[in-house]
């Protein structure tokens, strides 16, 4: 199984990103898809997470600017992040959790520019 995450890079504040992750791999099924990022010296957080049933959950800090989803026949979670702020740059890493075990992703760069 691998995590394929896209969609990184170098924006202005204020700007927009749209993150993917892709899941390929034998799988059977995908319980909650999630979105962590880190920076040097920081703890890994959790941003934003959604359920199969498509319940979401989001960090305080980015509530109401980032949005997740995901597309089950394309085992692909999306990250849509809006209103860009120099905080929000990190390494943002998916990860998927399953009956079995948790997946990560390679991470991609996100960088904010004030």
């Known amino acids: 199984v691998q995590l394929q995450a896209s969609g990184g890079g170098l924006v202005q504040a204020g700007g927009s990103l749209r993150l993917s992750c892709a899941v390929s791999g034998s799988i059977s099924s995908i319980n909650n898809m999630n979105w962590y990022r880190q920076n040097p010296g920081n703890q890994r957080e959790l941003v934003a997470q959604i359920t199969p049933g498509v319940s979401t959950y989001y960090a305080d800090s980015v509530k109401g600017r980032f949005t997740i989803s995901r597309d089950n026949a394309k085992n692909t979670v999306y990250l849509q992040m809006n209103s860009l702020k120099p905080e929000d740059t990190a390494i943002y890493y998916c990860?998927?959790?399953?009956?079995?075990?948790?997946?990560w992703g390679q991470g991609t760069q996100v960088t904010v520019s004030s």
């Open positions: 990860n998927i959790d399953t009956r079995i075990r948790t997946y």
